[in-house]
């Protein structure tokens, strides 16, 4: 009898996990409260890994080195796109990229920049431009009827955007 009531008891704690209940008494008007409210750090807007996180510093290096943030950032929001857009991580949008600087060769404070605008677009969600810019060149340096094909979005530091029609 009280064994087998046990044995069900420990079941139980096993199958169905214990509600924890806090009871929190208000504190008097001189007592500080002792009960801190619990921060829950919430994770990343995108979840990008380690090594996706280094490939995309090095690609915005290589696209917008001596740019500002707002190119970088631009360039970041690309591939965030892509990524969505095609429903694959980085390796399956890597070739569209021209750019890429290994980093032995980014200054500092370049890379300082690339990291902060990856964090801008993949941890926080804050977005460059309000479209869904997924395509960009520069025609200082080449034409692209390709590209002109597309829906013509901006331009940020000599870079025109496009998204798909």
């Excluded at 209940?21 to 007592?31: A, I, K």
């Excluded at 829950?40 to 917008?64: K, N, Q």
């Excluded at 796109?81 to 991580?89: D, Q, T, Y």
């Excluded at 300082?112 to 309000?130: L, P, S, T, W, Y």
Aim: charged share 30%.
């Amino acid at each position: 009898g009280d064994l087998a009531l046990v044995d069900w008891a420990k079941k139980e704690a096993v199958d169905r996990p214990t509600e924890i209940v806090l009871v929190r008494e208000e504190p008097s008007e001189n007592q500080i409260d002792p009960i801190s409210e619990e921060i829950i750090e919430e994770g990343p807007f995108f979840y990008i890994s380690d090594d996706e996180r280094y490939t995309i510093a090095c690609i915005i290096a290589g696209e917008a080195y001596n740019s500002g943030m707002d190119l970088k950032t631009a360039v970041a929001q690309t591939i965030y796109i892509a990524m969505k857009i095609e429903g694959c991580r980085l390796n399956g949008v890597i070739s569209r990229y021209d750019g890429y600087r290994d980093r032995s060769v980014i200054d500092d404070h370049v890379w300082q920049e690339c990291q902060e605008a990856i964090a801008q677009i993949f941890d926080r969600g804050e977005m460059a431009v309000n479209e869904p810019i997924e395509f960009f060149y520069a025609p200082q340096y080449c034409a692209s009827v390709w590209h002109e094909s597309l829906k013509y979005v901006t331009t940020i530091g000599g870079c025109r955007f496009f998204t798909r029609k």
